[in-house]
């Protein structure tokens, strides 16, 4: 089984469905069992929703370097982020208002993902000069910054972006963005979810298996779009039956 997949490879259909299989699982743990919980069990749950993000981040990259139309591919994940945005709030039971409950998990990670998109189109198709580019990514970060994972998801995919053809590199890419995530996470929200978020890095095992193909579901490439806003909502009306309209986030 395991050389059969080390052999085939795992397409982009199939990466695809880990992340939402592993999103879906982290979801409803923060559904089921709210806040920061000191339990096993729900350490694992979390521990394979760490899956989800990184796969995210790696599909920007890759999404920004085939799509035949790079203002209308950043134009649709910007809409898409706006449209996230009132699921993400309504299924965690924040307020859609930013920065009315907090600087953290504002919007969903989407909106750094749009970022993301816009910063790899802007440096690499205009020849700006390094102290733009330089205003630039830092503008990125501070717009991505209240997002859910922060301008870490709007760095990586930038980073990937330009290490494409080197694993290696995307592999340190994210070591170093991760690492930093993590000592953030530790100080500032909390010190064992810190160290659990760690666990983005086995999606560097799952990911050095991608053979490049789209594989055999072409619907695949819609499946996400299509899914997350709903399954989102899906989250905050059970939220509203067995809580009442609570944060369940922090």
Known sequence: MFSNLKEQGLSTADLKLIAIIAMTIDHLAWLFFPGF??????????????LTAPIMWFFIAEGSYYTKNPKKYITRLFVFAIISHFAYSFAF??????FKSGIFNQTSVIW????????????????????????????????????DWSCIATMVP????????????????????????VLVYFIFIDKVYGILQLFIFLSIPVLSLYNGKAGNNR???????????????????????????VNILF
Request: glycine share 6%.
């Open 219 to 245: 619907n695949m490439k819609w499946l996400f779009y299509i899914y997350y806003p709903p399954h989102l909502v899906a989250v905050g009306v059970l939220r509203l039956i067995l809580y009442g309209n």
């Open 112 to 147: 750094s993902l749009a970022i993301a998109a816009a910063l790899i189109f802007i440096v690499n198709n205009y020849k700006l000069s390094y102290r733009k580019n330089f205003a630039l990514i830092l503008l990125a970060n501070l717009l991505s910054f209240p997002a």
């Open 158 to 181: 930038f980073y990937l972006y330009n290490h494409r053809g080197d694993f290696k590199k995307q592999a340190r890419d994210y070591i170093f963005f991760g690492l930093l995530y």
């Open 37 to 50: 919980q000191r339990v096993w069990y729900v350490y694992l749950l979390h521990i394979i929703g760490r």
């Open 93 to 98: 039971g924040l307020n859609p208002i930013p």
